[in-house]
């Protein structure tokens, strides 16, 4: 018997492969001996990975002819026609017992790739890292896709998920731990591979609950969020409500602020509107309006500006028997407008101060233009707007002889020069252009003298009274 290499196991026993011509009882416990410790040593180098534990050693004990049956058996010899000669007897036994430390070897080879294979899994456990893990918590919660930075869509739904999946994780590592108990005993695992299982076990639920906190922070995130938005879209919503009401409780007579008229029936020095706001400094401008007036001789003044130290900055006037005329800074200009037959008539007159070139249109269509009117003078600002009266000082000295008998509507002004076509949009109902500068609006308009204010025909209507 005999141990090496660290590890107990069965012997073999034989004798070396070249026999002396000895006699047979005496050299066969000599052989077996030999072949002992020729199986053994092979056992201890195949190992190979362990050193031997300090002071073992192989013993031989050679045995006795008859005693070899009981200890270490020797392979049957097949018998060829009877006995043989005692030297090939002993040539095939030293055979067989060759055969039997090759097929030991082999055997100890096999253990050695299984011990191999244990101890790659093994290592395989142990370089298993975070970074693995992670990737493997992390497809298995977004399905393939790394999902934990996203802004989730449902954030309990998927706190729930991580809770699963933690505790599938943790239903994984105990399956490895049985897997590894069965293979070879969970008390032969070196400590730190033990320590180094656990410390990752801790690392992962630590990087889970971390993730379900975060998660919960931008739950709670996103409620006030919405709550805040919700919040700040019904104040919105009642301040419209609350507009609509004031609308609908208001004293206007009128459908919309544009949707009236200015009725100056009588010619009077007290009669006559007032717009609100006043002109800035103007290098080109565009007034139009809609009127209607049948008085004779002649309409009045429509409209008048007046600034301090000009109270015929912007004047259009029909006065007596005269051509309606247009005065910018006391200049003058006849217009080709014809307008005293009763009807709505639409009136655009555009100005600009380089060569005081102007333009006068009547119903959409051009009826005139010319130059010379108050080159390159600019309009003043901060003077005062009438309807229906001329101005001898800024805002007062009406004279009747000079008022407007009639309506208007629509009084607007810009401070460019518009295009043809789009006065004849307008004139024609198909634009709606309120003023940039002056626009046609109710809360802009403040009537006088018994001057009145009522809703206005439609624009089809007007046009139809052309």
């Known amino acids: 018997t005999g141990r090496g290499g660290g590890g107990t196991g069965s012997v073999s026993c034989g004798v070396p492969s070249e026999p002396s011509p000895r006699s047979l009882a005496g050299m066969l416990p000599v052989v077996a001996g030999l072949l002992l410790a020729l199986a053994a040593g092979g056992r201890g180098s195949a190992a190979g990975d362990q050193e031997s534990p300090p002071g073992s050693r192989f013993v031989c004990t050679s045995l006795p002819l008859d005693a070899a049956g009981a200890g270490c058996p020797l392979p049957p010899v097949p018998m060829q026609g009877g006995a043989l000669p005692p ?118 639920e630590r990087q889970l609950l971390s993730k379900v906190a975060e998660l919960e922070d931008e739950k709670s995130l996103l409620h006030n969020e919405t709550s805040a938005h919700r919040q700040k879209t019904e104040t919105a919503l009642n301040a419209l409500l609350e ?4 609308l609908e409780k208001g004293n206007s007579a009128f459908k919309s602020p ?29 007034v139009c309006l809609w009127l209607r007036s049948s008085a004779s001789p002649g309409i009045g003044t429509p409209f008048s500006y007046a600034v301090p130290g000009q109270a015929n900055e912007i004047v259009l006037i029909e006065w007596g028997n005269n051509p309606i005329e247009l005065l910018i800074n006391d200049k003058v200009a006849q217009l080709p407008l014809f307008i005293s037959d009763g009807k709505w008539h639409h009136i655009c007159i555009t100005w600009t101060t380089r060569d005081g070139m ?23 600002p901060g003077g005062v707007l009438i ?11 009406f004279d009747a002889t000079q008022a407007f008998v009639g309506e208007m509507s629509q009084f607007n002004i810009w401070d460019r020069v518009l295009k043809a076509e789009d006065i004849m949009n307008i004139a024609n109902c198909s634009t709606n252009m309120p003023g940039n500068i002056i626009p046609w609006v109710d809360n802009n308009v403040d009537v006088f003298g018994g001057a009145t204010k009522w809703p206005v025909e439609t624009c089809e209507e007007r046009l139809l009274d052309l």
């Open 87 to 204: 030297e090939e007897e002993l040539k095939a036994t030293v055979l067989q017992l060759r055969e039997t430390v090759l097929q030991q070897k082999e055997t100890i080879g096999s253990q050695r790739e299984a011990i191999r294979e244990l101890t790659g899994k093994l290592s395989r456990c142990e370089s298993a890292d975070g970074k693995s893990a992670t990737g493997t918590w992390k497809k298995e919660l977004g399905k393939g896709k790394d999902t934990m930075g996203d802004l989730p869509r449902d954030p309990a739904q998927v706190i729930d998920q991580l809770s699963r999946t933690m505790q599938t994780l943790k239903d994984r590592l105990e399956s490895l731990e049985h897997q590894l108990r069965a293979n070879v005993s969970y008390a032969a695992l070196p400590n730190d591979l033990r320590e180094m299982l656990q410390r990752r076990l801790g690392d992962l």
């Open 243 to 246: 507009r609509v009401s004031e």
């Open 258 to 286: 544009d949707e009236f008229k200015v009725s100056l029936p009588l010619r009077t020095n007290y009669l006559y509107g007032k717009i609100k706001k006043t002109l800035p400094e103007l290098y080109a401008f565009t």
């Open 358 to 380: 102007w333009e006068a249109f009547q119903d959409g269509e051009k009826l005139g233009t010319g130059e010379n009117l108050a080159p390159w003078h600019p309009i003043k």
């Open 387 to 397: 309807l229906g009266q001329e101005q001898d000082t800024v805002g007062g000295r």
